[in-house]
């Protein structure tokens, strides 16, 4: 069987935001599309046969042979590799600048000069090289990108993710509006359309079925955009709603009730509305296929609607605690006790400090804490299986793929880590390059198993991750086996 692959060990993936599944002495075999056909907990050969001798039987081809990599437990476990749910792009080369701006300040002073210089391609093919290549390290096999406004250096994005595999939503970003952008970093609302439609027709003419590249409306937020602007993309967005697929349409993504500054510019600028939803709902940018990026000060008219019309949340909370003018914690535990289940990390790039998803779930953690105490209690943490959810099959709910990835699930794509925690003093050659949190005699029990994740989630980073799959490609390995 050409191309196919087996793991044997411990596979760690989430149910639901308060469940994860620990799945013991397990085979996964990968086909050679890069789906997973068999998941098999708890399996064991029979009549003395190998594991190797025990394929065949169980996927009633006796003859098969497939090559089994076996995991040594508790210290080495597969886990869904990471979802980016808002990331900017072009501001890979800018982060940690502007520290303590206020979000406008930020944008004017530093985000948009900076944003400007993509329209040199040469410049543009070589940061989005080095931004989907250390996402790919981070194990962030799957980001919904923000683009610059520049629809050529949009295109060398979508093609750079193809070229490298990493799955990408990917977005020219729009901005006409006058009174709001810099004359230097700013379009016509003609140039808007026109380059948005280049954009998605140039994804469908790269990746015909959207396997790994597809295109996302993306005006950056409504402040930057004109009525007319956000006016035709809500057309283009009706335009194209089955473009993959019957209700598989194109989705949008914006910033979305990010910081005061900013909803006080948008009710000014916008007066007809109340509330950003209201907004976004008039412009038919509103709904199942939406990505609200940050989300921190949500009115209740604002949460209901979100909850209403299904839309997904990329939570930032890098960027929220770091730039923008203030503390914004986003609600989380409030959004998912209403039943809101559509939330993923974003790490966001510029506005924040860390391209690792690893670091937006210990956050996350942290910014739930500072919310439960700002609330006295109203509002209780979060768990670590919530901000693992989030980083994984949450992320892929917010964009619409987790009947693809975010799970082990027989059908689903092989977009997998493995995870190594070995201790470096057990270790015969005594060489180990990855964060070392001290085994203390962990067993192969469920407990011992969730021990040594728990280490992982907090103190791990990507010198843990010794492979990382798409689709069952390899995209990066420190072991040197399959």
């Known amino acids: ?79 869904p590799s990471f979802i980016d749910t808002h990331v900017h792009a072009p501001q890979f080369s800018m982060r940690g600048l502007g520290q303590g701006l206020h979000i406008l300040d930020w944008l004017d002073q530093i985000t948009f000069p900076h944003e400007a210089k993509f329209r040199d391609t040469d410049y543009a093919r070589q940061v989005y090289a080095r931004c989907v290549d250390m996402g790919l390290r981070q194990g962030v096999t799957t ?30 970003t729009c901005m006409d509006n006058p009174e709001t952008n810099p004359e230097y970093y700013r379009e016509d609302t003609a140039e808007v359309v026109a380059g948005t439609r280049e954009v998605i027709e140039h994804c469908r003419a790269v990746d015909g079925k959207g396997d790994i590249v597809r295109p996302i409306l993306t005006p950056r937020f409504a402040i930057s955009c004109t009525p007319e602007s956000l006016t035709e993309l809500g057309k283009l967005a009706r335009e194209h709603e089955h473009a993959y697929g019957v209700g598989q ?52 008219d604002d949460q209901a609607k979100i909850k209403q019309r299904n839309c997904g949340i990329a939570h930032c909370p890098a960027s929220n605690t770091t730039v923008g003018g203030g503390f914004m914690a986003a609600p989380i535990r409030k959004l998912l006790a209403d039943g809101v ?84 003093y057990h270790n015969a050659s005594g060489r180990f390059d990855a964060v070392h949190t001290m085994m203390d005699g962990e067993s192969q029990s469920a407990d011992g198993i969730r021990s040594v994740w728990e280490k992982w989630v907090m103190s791990g980073d990507d010198r843990n991750l010794r492979k990382v799959w798409v689709g069952g490609k390899v995209k990066k390995d420190t072991l040197g086996d399959r």
Do not use: W
Request: with cysteine; aromatic share 8%.
């Open 1 to 79: 069987m050409d191309g196919s692959f087996a793991y044997y060990g411990t596979l760690i993936h989430s149910h639901s935001p308060s469940q994860i599944e620990i799945l013991d002495d397990t085979l996964v075999i990968v086909d050679d599309r890069g789906k997973i056909s068999h998941i098999s907990p708890q399996f064991q050969p029979r009549d003395g046969r190998s594991l190797e001798d025990s394929i065949g039987p169980l996927i009633d081809r006796p003859d098969a042979r497939i090559p089994v990599v076996r995991l040594q437990s508790p210290s080495q476990f597969l886990v």
């Open 143 to 172: 980001a919904c990108y923000f683009g610059s406004l520049h629809t050529p250096a949009t295109k060398i994005l979508v093609d750079v993710c193809l070229e490298k595999g990493q799955r990408a939503f990917v977005g020219k």
């Open 341 to 424: 289940t559509k939330i993923g990390l974003g790490t966001d790039s510029g506005g924040g400090f860390s391209c690792s998803i690893m670091d937006a779930m210990r956050l996350a953690l942290i910014v739930g804490n500072a919310r439960e105490m700002l609330s006295a209690g109203k509002e209780e943490r979060l768990k670590l299986e919530e901000i693992f959810y989030m980083a994984t099959l949450g992320g892929a709910k917010v964009l619409r793929m987790e009947d693809r990835v975010g799970s082990f699930e027989v059908g689903k794509q092989f977009d997998a880590l493995l995870v190594d925690m070995s201790d470096p």
């Open 249 to 300: 349409g194109i989705p949008n993504q914006t910033h979305f009730c990010e910081a005061q500054q900013e909803i006080d510019a948008t009710l000014k600028q916008y007066r007809n509305f109340s509330c950003e939803a209201d907004l976004y709902t008039h412009y038919g940018l509103f709904d199942h296929s939406s990505v609200l990026a940050h989300c921190t000060l949500l009115s209740e």
